[in-house]
Every structure is written in structure tokens, then in C-alpha cells.
């Protein structure tokens, strides 16, 4: 039997949440893609109303905590489609520091088409829901260190969120336990706040 091919790619918002993960994927590994940063950057339109997702910016000075996906190669397509406001980008292995070694014939990572890319506007909202499934990735695979990196690390925080937990516009929106609902919410009220210190949160009701 012919080997599948392998290949990875570096997750660093929702794909670090294995609840979310498409494919049939072969194993993860934990660690740090060198030369990025991570930001609110991505202006979308969908059936579901206007959102502002993260993005991977190229930064000399920057690491971004994530997780890599080892994947069969065949399985590409899906995950293209999934990420389709994003150009599948080359990177190499040793802009990787990986908890364990692994073996893969190309790394990727998923960088925002240049026509998606856009400055703050208002009408292109952080979803909660959106937020939620990335900070659970980041707790359960780094801890509560690990997500309060996540907040700190991210740039763009100033962009308002649209509260829509109880009616979740994210596609694949995961389940929060009460711990991780009130974890998530005091992370978001300490960094998210506009000038006169009120969190500019807009109800998606």
C-alpha cells in the first residue's frame, strides 16, 4: 500500500480547537510559528451578517502560540474551503518550535487574502460565539497561561463583539461549560474595552 502523504498545517485561532477540526487529521503538535503575529484583521460577508476574524501578519520580532494539524495531503481541499478568505501560505519547519518531532513533507499556514484584509470598521464585528471556540482551543491546550497569552498576544482587540452566544453565528460553535463562560468573559473584559472603560460589546439579538 502507497503511503498517504502527509502534510501540516499551523493553527492559531479556531483550528487550535480540535472540536472544530473537518478532516480525519492524523495528529497535532503543540508550539510556536516564529515570523507572525496574530490580529483582528479579516472583514467577511456572510449569510450571517458582516464578521472581523483573526489573521496571521507577517512580524520579524513575533511568535505566535498555536497548534499544527498533521494531516493527509488529500485532505487540503476541505480545509482550503473552510479557510477560503485565506491564501494557504509555504512555511518552514524551523519557524517551528514543536512540544514533539514530527515528520511531514510541506507546512502551511492560512494568511488572510489581501482583499480581505481591512482597518477597523464598525460594521464588521468580533462574534462571540467566533471568540468562544478559539479561547477554549487555547485553554485546553495550553492552559489558562496559555489563553491569557492568547488575549495579550492579539492584536485589534478595540474592534466591538457582537454578543451572540445564544444564538451562535459561528458555524461551528462549541459548547462552554459555566467555568469557561465566566473564564472567557472576565479575559474579554479586561482587554476589550473602549476609551471611557466600557467593554464595546453589541448585542446580536
Known sequence: MTRDRMIGYFGYGSLVNRKTLQTSYIDVARGELKGFRREWRIRGETPRGPVCSLTA????????????????????????EREFRYDRTSIKMQDLDLDHSIEVEEVYVYVAKPKHRGENDARFPIWQSYVDAVMQGYLAEFGQSGLERFVTDTFGWNRNILTDRHAPNYARAV???????????????????????????????
Do not use: C, M, W, Y
Not at 62 to 79: C, F, H, M, R, S
Open 57 to 80: 501578519t507577517q512580524d520579524e520580532k513575533a511568535t505566535i502560540q498555536g497548534l499544527l494539524v498533521i494531516d493527509k495531503a488529500e485532505n487540503l481541499p476541505k480545509v482550503d
Open 175 to 205: 459548547e462552554l461549560s459555566e467555568q469557561e463562560r465566566n473564564l472567557f468573559d472576565a479575559l474579554l473584559h479586561s482587554q476589550h474595552h473602549d476609551e471611557d472603560g466600557t467593554p464595546p460589546l453589541r448585542d446580536g439579538r
